[in-house]
Structure formats: structure tokens, C-alpha cells
């Protein structure tokens, strides 16, 4: 059973930190890129910054310098650091992990809620 559990959500003032955590059981962490996504009310879900197998990181320009993405293949952990968070930052945030060879192989956590309030 494959499962994806983030944590390290909360409720932040405008210029504060954050880090989200995500675990993953199972064996599909060292052969998925491991991806955050964000999806904020009313609006569809995008892409946030991705680590690929290989450890190659890709951020969304909107989040690049504040946002930054790693993982730690020992701890089948993923993590997104957030630095100097904006109220435009305010959304569900989810762990993906997608096969790096069989890419409709595709795995989500439940989300985690991020609040930045101005």
C-alpha cells in the first residue's frame, strides 16, 4: 500500500517560514520524481517545483527565491521550504510522486493547508 502523508501546514503572518514535510511508504520514492503542487480556492491546481530522481530541482517562477524544494532519498522524505511567504501563497498543498520510467504511475498525499495572512 502506497501512501503519501504531508505535514508542516499551518497558519503563518505574511514574511514568515514554513516547511512541509512528505513521507512516503512503500519502494516508490527512489524511482518517482517527487512533485508539490498547490491549489488555492476557486482555482485549478498547479504545479509548484519538482525533484526528480536524479535530484535535478525545477521551481514555478512565481515561487523562485522564496519556495525551494528537496528531497532526502535515505528518509523517503520530500520537503518544500518556504521563505518569506504571501497571502498569494494560500492554498492546499500536495505531494505527488510520479514514476520516472512509467509516468502514469502517479501517487497523491491528502494535502496540507497553508494560510498566509496579510
Known amino acids: 500500500q502506497v501512501q503519501l502523508v504531508e505535514s508542516g501546514g499551518g497558519l503563518v503572518q505574511a514574511g514568515g517560514s514554513l516547511r512541509l514535510s512528505c513521507a512516503a511508504s512503500g519502494t516508490i520514492f527512489s524511482v518517482s520524481n517527487m512533485g508539490w503542487y498547490r491549489q488555492a480556492p476557486g482555482k485549478q491546481r498547479e504545479l509548484v517545483a519538482v525533484a526528480a530522481t536524479d535530484g535535478v530541482t525545477n521551481h514555478a517562477d512565481s515561487v523562485k527565491g522564496r519556495l525551494t524544494i528537496s528531497r532526502d532519498n535515505a528518509k523517503n522524505t520530500m520537503y518544500l521550504r518556504m521563505n518569506n511567504l504571501q497571502p498569494e501563497d494560500t492554498a492546499v498543498y500536495y505531494c505527488?510522486?510520479?514514476?520516472?520510467?512509467?509516468?502514469?504511475?502517479?501517487?497523491w498525499g491528502q494535502g496540507t493547508q497553508v494560510t498566509v495572512s496579510s
Open positions: 505527488n510522486a510520479r514514476n520516472a520510467r512509467y509516468n502514469f504511475i502517479t501517487y
